[in-house]
């Protein structure tokens, strides 16, 4: 188990916006104050944000039945796994977090500024979406060293790769005590805003699609077009 250094995390007033739910080129027409709130919860939001990663890359031993078969008796399995991770090599797991001290935070001025408590909110939700892409940009970046390529980001919820199965498959290879994150009963976790993430590696992965066609809310998310420039 390794934690990995934390870059600087980037976070501009559109992904504070897009944290909350709204189209940032929406509210920029309409309601210019909030993204003077937005500004003002991103300087003094981070303050409050305890980045934090850790991860784990297992050699793949074998794929059958639909289930990698990974070192140390470990696997993951899961349609989605199986479409995306059957010819990788290796595997990282990732968990991110942004830890608590944002959300007490919140709670002590959400009752006297609530939409200053929905934009903090935000950042919170972007933070912890920049800090998974940082992360994940790092290992790909590492394996095209080698020469290999990397699949898309997978997570648990998205289609093909329920939340409680994928969830409880990653808790048991990682160790989320080293940073404090617990996965609750309901397969939510704690601190909110933390994220899981597996990436598969290898010399042919050719990955299939991109990380929105396989979101539950692909047919309906207003920000498609965005993710689909960015990932």
Request: some cysteine; hydrophobic content about 35%.
């Amino acid at each position: 188990m390794s934690q990995w250094e934390i870059p600087d995390l980037i976070i501009d007033e559109d992904a504070v916006l897009r944290g909350q739910g709204a189209d940032p080129h929406v509210i920029r027409k309409r309601s210019p104050k909030l993204i003077e709130i937005s500004k003002r919860a991103i300087k003094e939001g981070q303050d409050y944000l305890e980045p934090k990663v850790i991860f784990k890359k297992l050699f793949v031993e074998s794929f059958r039945h639909k289930k990698l078969e990974l070192e140390n008796s470990k696997r993951l399995s899961g349609s989605l796994i199986a479409d995306q991770l059957f010819s990788a090599k290796y595997v990282v797991l990732l968990l991110c977090t942004v830890g608590d001290r944002l959300e007490e935070y919140i709670s002590s001025v959400i009752k006297d500024e609530i939409t200053y408590g929905f934009a903090l909110d935000g950042v919170g939700s972007a933070a912890v979406e920049a800090l998974a892409n940082a992360a994940c940009k790092y290992f790909e970046d590492e394996a095209a060293k080698e020469g290999f390529q990397s699949s898309i980001p997978l997570s648990p919820g998205m289609i093909g790769w329920e939340v409680n199965e994928g969830q409880r498959q990653i808790f048991e290879i990682l160790d989320a005590s080293q940073i404090n994150v617990e996965l609750m009963p309901n397969s939510m976790m704690t601190p909110r805003k933390s994220l899981t993430t597996v990436i598969g590696f290898g010399p042919k992965m050719n990955p299939d699609g991109k990380t929105c066609d396989y979101c539950q809310m692909a047919e309906t998310c207003k920000y498609k077009d965005h993710y689909e420039i960015t990932s």
